[in-house]
């Protein structure tokens, strides 16, 4: 295994863990993620590991948005409108892929 594809893998679990750890009803962005894995420029890479999530059940990825509440990666969702589905079933409301009352909703991880 290369080097490179190790420390993508190790990045990508560093975030899992941290979304894992999302309360239901709550929402946190990549650059929170980025910030608390010590990685704060690397909200993209976030983003892509977020992408690569889809297949773990245990990650809620429909929890991570952008930083100003935007459903930025609900095009990685399957079905138009799951990602805003799954949020407004644990009780956030979402109104042109916006979430309403971000500050609210927003979940700072702690590490």
Known sequence: MSKLKS???NFFERVYEIVRQ???GKVTSYGAIAKAIGAARSARMVGWAMNASHNL???????VVNR????SGKHHFEGTNLM????????????????IDFEKHFWEPNF
């Open 7 to 9: 420390n993508s893998d």
């Open 22 to 24: 999302i309360p239901e």
């Open 57 to 63: 059940e245990d990650v809620p990825a429909h929890r």
């Open 68 to 71: 100003i509440g935007m459903l």
């Open 84 to 99: 805003q589905q799954l949020l407004e079933n644990e009780g956030i409301k979402v109104v042109e892929n916006q979430i």
